[in-house]
Structure formats: structure tokens, C-alpha cells
Nanobody, 116 residues
């Protein structure tokens, strides 16, 4: 079994920063693409195994996605947060290896609330 667990959400003041983490647990797997989504699976950013990142239009600059392949952890740094960043943020990973676990996995989400 493969599990993705997000953390790092909470109440953040406008203009502040927040760092979300997503830790993979269970069976040791290798993820190809991983990504962060919010609301009803609205794309925030994705990142390939080699570190190549892709951002939804308008989000690059304040959002930074990164990953630690050795520890199977995905990160999302949000700087200069705005009220419209308030959302549940979901981690997603596509397993490449081993073949028996290939497929897309989702976390349960972590809520970020931006408010003064």
C-alpha cells in the first residue's frame, strides 16, 4: 500500500509564507511525476523526477514546488500568501516503480487559510 500524507497547513497572515509537505509511506516506491492541487483538483504545480517543474498560469513566482527523491517527500512553498490562496491543498504522485504499484495516488489534503 502507498500513502501520501500532507502537512504544514494552517492559518497564515496575508503576505506571509507557508511550506507544505507531503510524505509517502508504506511500500517503498519511485514516483515519476508529483504535484500539488487545490480545491477540486485545480492544478497548482507539478514536478518530474528530474526536478523539472511546471506551474499553473499566474502562480509561478509565489509558489515553489520541490521534492526529495531519496526521502520521497514533496514540498510546496507559498510566499506572499493572498486570501485567494485559501484552499485545501492535495498532494498527488504517479508511481512508476514497482510496476505492481503503478498508478496515481492522492493524499487527504491539508488546509491553508489566509486571514488577518
Amino acid at each position: 500500500q502507498v500513502r501520501l500524507v500532507e502537512s504544514g497547513g494552517g492559518l497564515v497572515r496575508p503576505g506571509g509564507s507557508v511550506r507544505l509537505s507531503c510524505v509517502a509511506s508504506g511500500r517503498r516506491v519511485e514516483f515519476a511525476d508529483m504535484g500539488w492541487y487545490r480545491h477540486e483538483r485545480e492544478l497548482v504545480a507539478t514536478i518530474r523526477y528530474d526536478g523539472t517543474a511546471n506551474y499553473a498560469e499566474g502562480l509561478e513566482g509565489r509558489f515553489t514546488i520541490s521534492r526529495d527523491n531519496g526521502k520521497n517527500i514533496l514540498y510546496l512553498q507559498i510566499d506572499n500568501v493572498k486570501p485567494e490562496d485559501t484552499a485545501d491543498y492535495y498532494c498527488q504522485g504517479t508511481v512508476a516503480v514497482p510496476l505492481t504499484y503503478r498508478g496515481a495516488y492522492w493524499g487527504q489534503g491539508t488546509r491553508v487559510t489566509v486571514s488577518s
